[in-house]
């Protein structure tokens, strides 16, 4: 099973930028990042293959959030600019595959996630 560690959270200002990291124990599937607010259900945010160039991004984050891997390091990236407090949240990654219109967990068991706070 894919075990993986997020890091890179904190807190942040209305329209800063922040970069989170996923290093992942091996590479396997396509790899995504999700994220759960305060009452909220884990909502997918988006997602890039080991191999070759595809990305996928939730409609919300497009053309403010870019997904990114290094595949030496076995890390993917999350550079998120033009943050708003809507995007406050605990942010996970995980090995995903397609679920209709959009991705789901690959069946692997969570990481601890990393915090990201955008303040007004």
């Known amino acids: 099973q894919v075990q993986v560690a997020e890091s890179g959270g904190g807190l942040v200002e209305v329209g800063g930028s922040m970069i989170l990291s996923c290093a992942a124990s091996e590479r396997t599937f396509t790899m995504g990042w999700f994220r759960q607010a305060p009452g909220k259900e884990r909502e997918f945010v988006a997602a890039v293959a080991w191999s070759g160039g595809f990305t996928d991004y939730a409609d919300f984050v497009k053309g403010r959030f870019t997904i990114s891997k290094s595949y030496a390091l076995k890390t993917v990236y999350l550079q998120m600019n033009s943050l708003k407090p809507e995007d406050t949240a605990a942010y996970y990654c995980?090995?995903?595959?397609?679920?209709?219109?959009?991705?789901?967990?690959?069946?692997?068991?969570w990481g601890q996630g990393t915090q990201v706070t955008v303040s007004s």
């Open positions: 995980a090995p995903v595959i397609r679920d209709r219109e959009s991705w789901r967990n690959a069946g692997t068991n």
